[in-house]
């Protein structure tokens, strides 16, 4: 059984452009969750959706970034007009249905120039 | 919202000691949930509490959930140059749905 993925592993964007970050859950795993980490901190909380639903998205900054779970294939998180303080690890977590228990993928590493 | 406190927030221990950390909420939680991130990885799930007063151990890795719900402890015994990383725990509750709070973190370093 295949892990959490993400891609890519790394990501450089210059300022103004989009990133998009993929991840695809576990299998059996319908629940996805997107959280960031800053160099030496910890994980922040961004976004939980289940399949075609934001469930909660209390993390997400309200301008520039959305997230998505459609139907058939990965989760998206989107980040448009990146700037510099976007530069960060972007995790994606999934679980199965009713349990608390996540599992994370490798990660995507956004470099903004 | 919950917080969690995770202490002590970083470590640094000679080789073949015993560590201990813990996490405290002024929260109840219904699980309990483990992590360690190696640098450049996501996190790793170590260990998974599911009752108060349980103790489930990993190998080396002990780790309990407390009677009162609000806290948890990990203990690595004998540690070892591998063992280096940012250890997290996580609590879940009922009333965050499958949502999980984290703590910020313990960085431990070991002295070879």
């Known amino acids: 059984n295949a892990g959490v993925m993400q891609n890519p592993r790394h990501l450089v964007r210059r300022r103004g452009q989009e990133a998009r970050l993929r991840c695809s859950p576990m299998?059996?795993?319908?629940?996805v969750y997107w959280y960031r980490q800053l160099p030496e901190e910890g994980l922040k909380f961004m976004v939980y959706?289940?399949?075609?639903?934001?469930?909660?998205e209390s993390g997400m900054p309200k301008e520039r970034f959305s997230a998505e779970f459609p139907k058939e294939g990965p989760s998206i998180l989107r980040i448009q007009q990146v700037v510099r303080g976007d530069s960060a690890a972007y995790f994606c977590?999934?679980?199965?249905?009713?349990?608390?228990?996540?599992?994370f993928g490798p990660g995507t590493r956004l470099t903004v120039l | 919202g919950q917080q969690l406190n995770q202490s002590p927030q970083s470590m640094f221990i000679q080789e073949g000691e015993d560590v201990s950390m813990n996490c405290t909420s002024s929260?109840?939680?219904?699980?309990w949930l483990w992590y360690k991130q190696e640098p450049g990885e996501g996190p790793v799930l170590l260990i998974a509490?599911?009752?108060?007063?349980e103790l489930t151990s990993n190998g080396r890795l002990t780790a309990q959930f407390g009677i009162t719900r609000k806290d948890s402890f990990l203990n690595i015994s004998a540690s070892i140059p591998s063992d280096v990383g940012i250890y997290f725990c996580?609590?879940?509750?009922?009333?965050?749905?499958?949502?999980?709070?984290f703590g910020g973190g313990t960085r431990l370093m070991v002295k070879p």
């Open positions: 977590a999934s679980s199965p249905p009713g349990q608390y228990t996540q599992y």
């Open positions: 299998k059996g795993h319908s629940h």
């Open positions: 959706l289940q399949k075609e639903n934001i469930i909660d």
């Open positions: 929260s109840i939680f219904n699980t």
């Open positions: 509490l599911y009752k108060a007063g």
């Open positions: 996580a609590g879940g509750d009922n009333n965050a749905g499958n949502m999980l709070t």
